[in-house]
């Protein structure tokens, strides 16, 4: 295994091995950018380093020798050489660029002899001594991990003695005598002092890279963003230019186009007489790119034609660093940019009229998560920087959300109706909350993790919520809300920032959600590409409206026990649970029956013959019972049976298990008037809308979930198909309906095989099937999670990327199950991941037929869709 | 596809076909025993029937007659024949015996014309309107459900009208009038009046029969005996004889060895002048069968001879009917016996000596489950038909158990110190019960299923336990049990049966457990032939010691978190669990360490040097946290803190899905130093062994539960390495010891041969396989599992009988990855399923390597062992 290589020796599509910016230092090197010369140990000499006790071995060792030799040969320069010294920068570089996340030294090799020699070469010593004194404390902070102070403090110390406010105005001699006193520091904390030899110096940087690699904050941002914690990175060794030799030398970032607009316009900044980390630690104030023009018209005319032959050979925007060394301009990384929602949509529509690329490029340059952001209101950026920022929680209902602040669902929905908009704080929030979710703005609570009951349905109505916010003390009783100290009471105004978890106090104006025109341009080439169809998750016609709206193609999931719950209805719902007799229980169930079957006309209407499938009941028995003693009262009053009653059947009633009690069509098992009821609402709605549009079928889907075994499903199947039968006979239509079942218990995959010869279609519920193939229960995971993410055991949230290798197992299982017995079977997911990208792409490679998510996911679902037919492209079914 | 077949055409092997009954008839035909001869209606033929909508289709009807017609030819008489009439029995006949649940027949053909015809060739009218009645009676409730009162009342009638006392002292006159008056009760619910055409008895008949599939005791004691629905019963349709034809006939049933004992006598009873109900009626007393003797000598040397080669053919001891028809012995019936336990390993033995069976034959008769009661004290047969039975459960735990009542188990053990008897009476029980379960002489709950915490340990324990009694009312507050009516306190005593279920007021007498030389001479032949090892579940070294005893090879699963619970431990675990730093947290937990090793080092000297598998802390962390006020207090005072903060962390601990929660290896990954104590608990203790019986090895194993990934299992088997490795270096032995995991969690099977690159066993944990795999709470289950099992979807609980189609394709899935990646892989079970016959037949055809469970069944595991490898070979591993 070759574990070093030269920058000639690579190219753009080794970033797996070189890393990201390994890969393209190699790329732009061979289509003839300037670039400084150098090689890179590759991203699986990392693991090799930790494998081997966080050492280097030996042959790799040799191996960077040998490259480094060539590079001196290359160079005409040597490594601590008294006549010809190189120096050398050394940066990480994974496969994906972890911006900020790990270390980089530069100027390494310089000492004592070289530093003087630099001085004489250059003909400045101040330039030297500066370059010495950097390298020192770089090295030392980051390779020897000795205190920051220790530097600073030197250096505040010699400028409070010269009398002088910047570094720039300290002179060579100053600057000499500041490399004095950091050795003093060195040799307080190191038994050898400052470690002179470039060879040693060297070693140490690359293991210090390699460390950086695994520090508490690069560990937690690959695991918001899904990279395995085995990739490693690379280490890039490369010759220093110098954009801190005076004036005619300077050092700048850029973006090809602006990354927040997509603007075709060059994007950036730079600094004269400046290494690279002076721009960042915003000492010194850059100047805007464009200026580069009046600094120095030749070498911006250089640059920017290199950006446009960069842009052309890469295709997408590029974000880059550049140094200018006394005149001559060099590259010192590209890479493809990050962007906004709004920027990634201009850029692709634009490169792609400009001729740049095609329409499948422009659709792989934009991030899908990324449109979140387009797709929802946001704080006006200006206003956000001088909010007050009080607390911060998990970022699990997109947008933005000002109200006063209420402590309970009644309250929320009492000021809506008066015109006022609230902020629902709750420790976390139940199916009671539903309604006062609905009417608040935002969603604030203290615990649950980002599939909470709250997230979850928050995202499903596209409402703004900020959960888990720990640090949030809420008594309920006081109606108090305590955040950073301070206390705030019921009416006092909050905001919420739903894509960064933040919690402000007062207001802060927002701007509104615009789809632009690249937007549906964006879409109608997902459209075209993709072959996987986008549902969406939607139990109010409100919703299957807006979802419509965003191109959702029919409803994958409408969950009818929202239905449930509203004032006259849960109180029927409560009478049929404690009813004695079938003939009690059919009556009070039926009580619902208008409202449901109004509830799916509106439904169908809304989605104009797009199909919907409909799940029947199913959340935990105890969920639909009364609970307050006026509840009970009210219950025991409308049945005329003892209060008594309705408390025992209360307390029956409660599980230690409920995620894994009685639900889902365990209940219709139970209680088959519940099934019988709701088929009779479905169909009805749909004869009458068939009635209106004679053309229209298979839009009614009936869905029934927890299924484990064949014959709980046809128990269940010739309930439905008496039932539904018999009202499509006596109609005299042709209305066809589905039937199908969710596949969300492992057991119902193992035997998928036999269920599907009753089954039209099977839909996996991935947050079910996620909680039972982990054993994790989605409410109590966030108390043990943690420990595993710390422990880098799981690398994300399997509630929210699906786990392949587990959870998609199972799923495989049931696909191959499905279509052996019915090759025709259409199988779809309704879970929370099929509006996740990643999980979209997986969804998509089994051969799914359909993802179905939230409203507000479906363009980002049409998007991830088209990209996972051009990564891994199959027949349209 | 053929539905009908003469009994000549059949054969003791076509029982699936022929049901048992038919198949025996066909055997008895053909190896030349008197049978009448006759016909049978295939069990598919009862699908067919319901699958028709409750109708016998035209071709079954066809077949019907055709051999309807044979067996006329055959008898030479007719089925409504005016001078040569034919009367048949319809009797039903499944594929495997259910005694007593289904519907009979007799007498069928007769009509006001046949009747006086028989009356005629028999000279005996009495004889002939007798059989009328009968037949009149019988078929009018079981073929047409007529009210059995409408019968009665005529019959009791016109005994008081002639002052006779018995049915036998009527006269023919009087039973003509019976009759007369019986067709007045048809014609009252029956348009037609009683149906004279004997085609149309037969077609209503054996509808009945198919009827009777599905009564509800039927469906019952199929639940009860894994009976598949399906399966359906056969009818077989018999020329009829006639044990009632005066004092020269006569009826009776028999074994060929006594069932109680397994002596090889002659056992059973017969009456002259008598059909085949009137010994089941009990009105005439029956008189044993050796006093056939004395009746008819040569019938009765005809009959022992015959019995002799119906064993002799069956190679089993034989339940057998009988009929003498005026001096000719014809056999109805015969059947391989059901036995006691005792009686099972009696004959067994015996038929071996005999030479009329070998070893194998031996082991295939007797079915594992009679065991139980050979291990297992119980009430003295006598008493117990005189006691009051109060209340019923479920037979959770073998054995009889007399005791006071108490309500928690401090008392329990508190009386028990005192040498008082026990009856420990909860709701139900935790793991804070477990010292009081000990101590009590037996369990009774009124919540939970066979699978409740309380059966659990019950069974683990071998002690008594009658669980899910649902009518007991218990008030902990109180300190009162009410049941049928009468209110129990502290102190009443009361007995439970383990083996019914049954609850008993006071006192009964008992008799101890005996395991006679049979019991270990079949034991011996189980042992030659099983390939599977037979390990015990085992916390403690009594049970050790017990399980050693009845063969067990080696510990499956030792639980340590119960050694967690008792008194000075549980505060240190607590001490532990509130602890805010790493080393307060060691210190805590090592306060533990002398008592577990000392733990350890018992329960290796009680094995002997066989291997014990110990499993790390599996329960939800809030099982051991403090809950009473007084708990909370002296948690906090021991660790000098606030109580509230030991109150916020109970509170923040309360799980809503504890099963899927914060248990098993997830404690670990969370508290490492738990892994670190019980490591140094398990080595220290190993080491300790080893130093006695330097020649002993690989003897400790050490188990993590809840494993879902190989990093998981990765990070922690680095802990236990690290601190084992140490130990072992430091002892100077050569101590192996063996790392290994539990497969219970979905995901864990499915990636299982990951896993298996670094675990060197698995052991299957089918409980909570279970429960994920069907997403069934087993603390739940009982509150939706009797809709399935009333509806037929499910048969039996998943939780005592492995289901093979989903909990088995998951096992087959991990049992391949397992053996792919390390083909000598250790592959176990130490779930409840581990003594469940019917489980272990499974696990040896998927090829495990052991099966664990409790002591007490332990035997039984082995006989099932061995019987599984007699119907399944497979190599010896």
Redesign the interface.
Known sequence: MKYVYLFKEGNKDMKNTLGGKGANLAEMSSIGLPVPQGFTVICEACGQYYEDGEKINESILKEIDVALLKLEKETGKKLGDATEPLLVSVRSGARISMPGMMDTILNLGINDVVVETIAAKTNNPRFAYDSYRRFMQMFGEVALGLPYEDFDNELIGIKKEKGVESDVDLTADDLKELVKRYKKVYAKHLDGGFPTDPKVQLTEAIKAVFRSWNTERAIFYRQQNNIPHEWGTAVNVQQMVFGNKGETSGTGVAFSRDPSTGENVLYGEFLMNAQGEDVVAGIRTPSPISQLKDTNEKVYNQFVSLVRKLETHYKDMQDMEFTIEEGTLYFLQTRNGKRTGHAALRIAVEMYQEGLINKEQGLLQIDPKTLDSVLHPSFEPKALKEAKEIGKGLNAGPGAAIGQIVFNSARATELKGKGIKTILVRPETSPEDIKGMHSAEGILTATGGMTSHAAVVARGMGKCCVCGAKDAKINEEAGTLTLAGVTYKEGDIISLDGSTGKIYAGKIPTIPAAISGNFAEVMKWSDEIRVLDVRTNADTPADTQKAVEFGAQGIGLTRTEHMFFEGDRIRAVREMLVSKTKEQRASAINKILPMQQNDFEQIFEALGGRPATIRFIDPP?HEFLPHTPKEIKEVANAMNIPVGDVEAMVEA?K????????RGC?LI??YPEIAEMQTRAVIQAALKLKKQHPDWNDFAEIMIP?T??L??LE?IKKIVVRVADELIKASKTDLRYKFGTMI????AA??AGEIATIAEFFSFGTN?LT???????R???S??LP??YD????VSDPFATV?Q???G??IKIAVEGGQQTRPDIKLGVCGEHGGDPDSIEFFHRVGLKYVSCSPFRVPIARLAAARAQLKFPREKH
């Open positions: 028995l009633s599980e230690f298990n409920p995620m894994m009690g009685f365990r098992i139970a927890l484990i075994d014959k709980e128990w969300e218990i492992p057991r193992m035997v079910d909680q039972m193939t982990f054993g994790f229960s409410d109590d995971a108390k043990f420990y595993y422990n880098k055991i799981l786990d290798v587990g959870v197992r199972v």
